[in-house]
Nanobody
Framework: QVQLVESGGGLVQPGGSLRLSCTAS????????ISWFRQVPGKDREGVSC?????????HYADSVKGRFTISRDSVQNTVYLQMNSLNPGDTAVYYC????????????????????WGQGTQVTVSS
């Protein structure tokens, strides 16, 4: 059974950092791209960052998080991380990880339509 479980969210002050985890079960991250998305109430879900499967080495970031967020993978733990630094109130959202619907597809993307399995989300709140 394919499952993605996010953790690591919480309340942090502006300028602070958090590391989110996305632990996969039922499949190996080696073969699928994984992405992080976020959503605030009343707005569309937006792509934040994606990581190519182990066959590639590419990463992609939304312009709003470039230079502040870093995506990485621990293949032994079958977990993808999102290190978030220099957080600001605009980063407040529920963060979701998702698995690409096609294994070993070309480069990963931040298009929602490309992802079929989603975690339950973890809340990130940036506030003083």
């Amino acid at each position: 059974q394919v499952q993605l479980v996010e953790s690591g969210g919480g309340l942090v002050q502006p300028g602070g950092s958090l590391r989110l985890s996305c632990t996969a079960s039922g499949f190996s991250l080696t073969f699928w791209h994984i992405s992080w998305f976020r959503q605030v109430p009343g707005k569309d879900r937006e792509g934040v960052s994606c990581l190519d499967s182990s066959g590639g080495s590419g990463t992609h970031y939304a312009d709003s998080v470039k230079g502040r967020f870093t995506i990485s993978r621990d293949s032994v733990q079958n977990t993808v991380y999102l290190q978030m630094n220099s957080l600001n109130p605009g980063d407040t959202a529920v963060y979701y990880c998702a698995r690409d619907e096609i294994p070993l597809r070309g480069s990963c993307s931040l298009a929602i339509k490309d992802y079929d399995y989603w975690g339950q989300g973890t809340q990130v709140t940036v506030s003083s």
